[in-house]
């Protein structure tokens, strides 16, 4: 956006020395010589990043209907609480997850999938969120639908 002479009316400012996991809200204001404009709706901040990349995503038993899956919780949260862990599941190997699971209890890092097929390979993929979006997913996993041989 421009004015009448040609200006840029965006304009960016950096902000430091702010505390990791606060909130801040932020307005703005113009100025020119007929005085101050009236201050913008206010943007909220939170400071920190994403959270970690989930590791040590493991099979922890199976059936021939069923996976349960589980994982070690992230090693950093960005600095603000988690909000949701998603699960992406490619089953048959699709090439693109076929079902999606979001769990809202950060406290469970598990999953018990059912009604899966026998035999049928299935990629795991698990990835944790915070107020500012989502963070890297783990690498992915394949597991098998089945049970040890008798």
Do not use: C
């Not at 199976?62 to 949260?77: A, G, L, Y």
């Not at 890297?136 to 089945?146: C, H, I, L, Q």
């Amino acid at each position: 956006m421009f004015d009448t002479t040609g200006n840029a009316l965006v304009q960016e400012t950096k902000v430091s020395d702010l505390k990791v996991g606060a909130l801040y809200k932020a307005t703005v204001t113009a100025t020119n010589e007929i005085g101050e404009s009236l201050s913008s709706s206010p943007l909220t901040i939170h400071v920190g990043i994403l959270p970690s990349k989930i590791k040590n995503v493991r099979l922890e038993s199976s059936t021939t209907t069923s996976i349960f899956v589980r994982w070690d919780f992230p090693e950093s949260n960005g600095g603000l609480a988690l909000t949701q862990y998603t699960v992406y599941l490619d089953i048959g190997q699709t090439g693109a997850p076929t079902k999606t699971v979001i769990i809202d209890d950060t406290l469970q890092n598990w999953l018990d999938v059912d009604g899966l097929t026998t035999g049928v390979k299935v990629d795991v993929e698990i990835s944790a969120s915070n107020i500012n979006g989502e963070g890297e997913t783990s690498n992915s996993r394949t597991y098998y639908v089945a049970t040890a041989p008798a």
